[in-house]
């Protein structure tokens, strides 16, 4: 399946590993969230996907088929993992302005939205985690508005009712973090149906905002290790996934380096 033409990001694109990734900086992808997604859920124009590229990310795109049929979905990728952005910089195209880690965009935008009125919806982690979540970004941001929110376990059965919940709400961010590739799943398999300006997948990012997932010092985030300061922490849950992707990925930045 082709890649979506990078002029619909309205801003050139790098391709690293196989994958188009935006150039768009942390604070302009912001700016254009805050800016276009009301827009279009005003307009009941059709939502536009945002999905994130970091090393697992790369790897699953050259070896899930259908992660890879998802992820070419998506209106914008944005770069939420440091690799990208240095590898941008080593292959002589566009240059990525940044990263745009999912959890900066999200914890950055909160004020900015709350100022302009921008409605989010929280979708995923348990119950207790998203509301614990949903508490801590409105003490911090006060006047967000929060469209809805619920956990991120349903059956199949149930997806019906998690879309009319969301579409009963209508907001106009929607933050879907059930994981990849479950989260790029649901939202191409849905996003015709989902009434949202944005959809934007998120990952583990309500654990992060929570404080259940640690994130790393900050000179590990700038210098694209905080990877090891996940797998440090959470060995069991991320050792493997870092080991086999990490290098997997460097192998597709070389392979692609050529575009």
């Not at 768009?24 to 994130?52: G, H, N, T, V, Y």
Request: aromatic content about 8%.
């Amino acid at each position: 399946m082709p890649w979506p033409d990078g002029a619909r990001t309205e801003a050139p694109v790098a391709q690293v590993g196989g994958i188009p990734v935006s150039t768009l900086s942390l604070k302009a992808l912001i700016d254009k969230m805050l800016r276009e997604a009301p827009l279009r859920r005003s307009l009941d124009q059709p939502a536009w996907l945002i999905f994130d590229c970091n090393g697992q990310g790369l790897s699953m795109n050259a070896s899930d088929s259908a992660f890879r049929a998802d992820l070419a979905q998506a209106d914008l990728i944005h770069a939420d993992g440091q690799v990208v952005v240095t590898a941008s910089r080593w292959l002589g195209g566009p240059e990525i302005a940044d990263r745009s880690s999912t959890t900066d965009m999200f914890i950055d935008s909160l004020k900015p939205a709350a100022a302009s009125g921008v409605t989010y919806y929280l979708l995923g982690a348990t119950e207790t985690v998203n509301a614990e979540c949903a508490r801590r970004i409105t003490a911090m941001a006060p006047g967000l508005q929060l469209a809805g929110r619920r956990d991120g376990f349903w059956s199949a059965q149930n997806e019906d009712a998690v879309i009319d919940a969301i579409n009963a709400a209508a907001p106009d961010v929607l933050w879907v973090g059930t994981g990849k590739p479950r989260e790029q799943a649901f939202c191409v398999r849905n996003r015709h149906r989902i009434k949202a300006g944005w959809i934007v997948t998120c990952g583990g990012l309500f654990n992060y905002v929570t404080g259940d997932y640690p994130r790393a010092p900050m000179w590990m985030q700038k210098s694209g290790l905080e990877w090891l300061h996940r797998m440090v922490t959470r060995p069991r849950q991320l050792a493997w996934r870092y080991i086999t992707t990490n290098p997997h990925a460097l192998w597709l930045i070389w392979k692609h380096r050529h575009g």
